[in-house]
């Protein structure tokens, strides 16, 4: 979409469409289904902003300057990831877990900000591949719900529509997704690469803060302490793995970030029954190794 009708009017769109499911889950907050329908709008509107942040760094800034300002942007993002846990935590322990769906509407605050500051770009004929889309959201949720209720059924589906996608994508005119893009070795490796990276370190991300909790009894407010300090440190030093990605290249960036994983994860797996300042510890490396090589990897992409 922002190829064919410019930046700004999807990011205000995403910012509002975060807002109204934000504003939807407090106010219906004694209906559970409600609730998750509110969590999917939520999904829908601030999917757009990573998307489209990434979009206008690879379109209005300079290659040379790339890696800073991608640094600067996974920097913010560490930090959230960090310090959202212990607000959550926070205000779900000593207020209302409802609360948390208020937070959000804060985001209002930048729309009058965007509209001033980013460009305003042409409209770009083109059109839409829906069915492309529909097939491709709908594989991946079968995916998803086959991985969490173990149901044959949902495989099916999946295969399903991976097939009828394979049948669009050879067909339409606009397809979903270029194959021209795969075809581009470079391009196609870095997927690869920014695939398994975020699989490992989202996943383990995940899982640990339940670990934490059914392990070792922590709190939800303690699980954000641990998390804490990686995420503080990871945002203290993501512009230095982008300044490093400038000057030195992406590929040395990247080598340091998952050298960095690596000792997090051996140490993870020899101390998980020991303190949890250690577990805290090991969590700083992963966070500052993720923060590296998804800069460095942003900012290779961006120039391929």
């Known amino acids: 979409l922002s190829d064919l009708i410019g930046l700004k009017p ?42 489209l942040i990434t979009v206008l760094v690879a379109r209005h800034i300079p290659a040379a300057e790339r890696g800073r300002v991608f640094g600067v942007i996974t920097s913010t993002v ?12 926070f205000v779900s322990g000593a207020l209302h877990w409802s ?9 209002l605050i930048a729309i009058p900000f965007f509209r001033k500051i980013l460009p305003d ?6 059109r839409i591949d829906i069915p492309g889309a529909v097939f491709v959201a709908g594989g991946v949720g079968a995916v998803m719900l086959f991985l969490t209720f173990g149901a044959w059924y949902y495989l099916l589906a999946a295969g399903a529509l991976l097939a009828a996608f ?18 581009n070795r470079l391009f196609r490796r870095k ?19 339940l670990m934490l909790s059914s392990l070792r009894g922590l709190t939800t407010p303690q699980i954000g302490l641990v998390l804490f300090p ?10 230095v793995g982008g300044n490093l990605a400038d000057r030195k290249g992406n590929t040395f960036v990247v080598s340091i970030g998952l050298t960095f994983l690596l000792v997090s994860f051996l140490v993870l797996s020899m101390v998980l029954s020991y303190s949890v300042v250690v577990i805290a510890a090991s969590l700083v490396l992963m966070y500052v190794g993720f923060n590296f090589s998804q800069t460095a990897l942003f900012n290779s992409v961006s120039q391929t």
Do not use: N
């Open 191 to 209: 997927v690869y690469v920014g695939f398994l990276l975020f699989s490992i370190v989202i996943g383990s991300l995940f899982v640990i803060p």
């Open 99 to 107: 609360l948390l769906f208020a937070v959000p509407l804060f985001t």
């Open 166 to 183: 394979i049948v669009d994508v050879l067909t339409a005119k606009d397809p979903f997704i270029d194959l021209s893009l795969l075809r």
């Open 121 to 126: 770009e042409e409209r770009r004929p083109g």
């Open 230 to 239: 990686g995420a503080l440190l990871s945002a203290a030093l993501g512009t």
């Open 78 to 89: 560490a930090f959230a990831i960090g310090v959202g846990p212990a607000i959550g935590g």
């Open 10 to 51: 999807l990011i205000i769109f995403g910012i509002l469409l975060y807002s109204v499911g934000s504003a939807l889950g407090f106010l219906l907050q004694f209906f559970y289904p409600a609730v998750i329908a509110a969590r999917a709008i939520q999904g829908a509107g601030a999917s757009a902003i990573p998307a």
